[in-house]
């Protein structure tokens, strides 16, 4: 069945940098587009990026632009998050989440891992 | 940027049916998803394309869409339905994910 294992979370001070992974099985990583979504504690879902099937096209949300970095590595099944100029507003729980559609991206999310804690703190 | 407003919450007797509303500006012209969370748990995507279930989704979930609402139902609900609901779109015009705020369903 499909599986997503995100790691990397933890405490870092603002400013600092933290690199989120998201290790997937039971599916052809390859072939669907895949996302990073955060929650803040007590609060709605925030969708972070995006980055396509083959790794050609990225797209982020305006709140991390710039900032963080979506890339992936299809060789190991295995997305990643380069997060940095940590801000104490980016403390959530991300998660790792796959695409709906092969080949392409629809933004729907039909796979979601447990998440991953970042708490941006001094 | 745009909006989408759902109301903070619902309660529901079981057995009856849930009704939950997404309001957009012409929402009727995007694709809507709906995302099931208990409590401590990941999301779970109940509906997409306005009213299409993913496999091992009850047929008790359905969603409609039209002008500027969207609505989840949930026929014959049960305890097992106690959670937060998202809706969501993809924002085509800014290149933006949106959810909604959030729903949480109460079942009495």
């Known amino acids: 069945q499909v599986q997503l294992v995100e790691s990397g979370g933890g405490v870092v001070q603002p400013g600092r940098s933290l690199r989120l992974s998201c290790a997937t099985s039971?599916?052809?990583?390859?072939?669907?587009?895949m996302h990073w979504v955060r929650q803040a504690p007590g609060k709605g879902l925030e969708w972070v990026a995006v980055i396509s099937f083959e790794g050609s096209n990225e797209y982020y949300a305006d709140s991390v632009k710039g900032r963080f970095t979506i890339s992936r590595d299809n060789s190991k099944n295995t997305l990643s998050l380069q997060m940095s100029s940590l801000r104490i507003e980016d403390t959530a729980l991300y998660y790792c989440?796959?695409?709906?559609?092969?080949?392409?991206?629809?933004?729907?999310?039909?796979?979601w891992g447990r998440g991953t804690l970042v708490t941006v703190s001094s | 940027s745009y909006v989408l407003t759902q109301p903070p919450s619902v309660s529901v007797a079981p057995g009856q049916t849930a009704r939950i509303t997404c309001g957009g500006n012409n929402i009727g012209s995007k694709t809507v998803q709906w995302y099931q969370q208990r409590p401590g748990q990941a999301p779970v995507l109940v509906v997409y394309d306005d009213n299409d279930r993913p496999s091992g989704i009850p047929e008790r979930f359905s969603g409609s869409n039209s002008g500027n609402a969207a609505t989840l139902n949930i026929n014959r609900v049960e305890d097992g339905d106690e959670a937060d609901y998202y809706c969501?779109?993809?924002?085509?015009?800014?290149?933006?994910?949106?959810f909604g705020g959030g729903t949480k369903l109460t079942v009495l």
């Open positions: 039971g599916f052809s990583f390859g072939d669907y587009g």
């Open positions: 989440a796959k695409d709906l559609s092969e080949y392409n991206y629809n933004y729907q999310f039909d796979y």
């Open positions: 969501q779109v993809w924002d085509g015009s800014e290149d933006q994910v949106v």
